[in-house]
């Protein structure tokens, strides 16, 4: 297998430009606790586009990267929590997503703090694409049927 889907994945990419994200009442899931990870994560996103684009040491990219996994994989659970107490029928697979997702930032990670990658704008701009269609097809799938059960 190899190590490198995100690189490859972020190739296919036809513009490969990306921008800061900036927060849209769009992306709301209408509980309250999921918006503000989902604020968080693209902070998170956004703050590593402004030490990859300034240049920055590798090691405080290594940092915003390390932070990135560790708050995807809290974000992740914190929405498989909800899903699991409230019988979410899409559970599996999203979940599945998920799973893949923290599977390419953590070979990502690896291949960074081997020195095997530099974090290029191209994989920030897929990193920033998966997480808007995410928000926007799977995380508005789920907040229907979370908010029809009063979850807010
Ligand atoms: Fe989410
Ligand atoms: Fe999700």
Known sequence: MTPRNFVRFSEQLKGGKMALIKWS??????IQKIDEQHKHFINLINKLYQVVVEESTQSSVGKI???LFDYTNYHFKTEEELFK???YPGFEIHKQ?????????LELKEDFSKGRVTIT????????EWLINHILNSDQKYASYLNSKGVS
Do not use: C, P, R, W
């Open 25 to 30: 009442d769009k992306y709301s899931v209408h």
């Open 65 to 67: 990267l390390d932070e």
């Open 85 to 87: 107490t409230h019988n």
């Open 97 to 105: 997503q998920h799973e893949a997702f923290i599977k390419l930032v």
């Open 121 to 128: 704008l191209k994989i920030l701009a897929f990193m920033n």
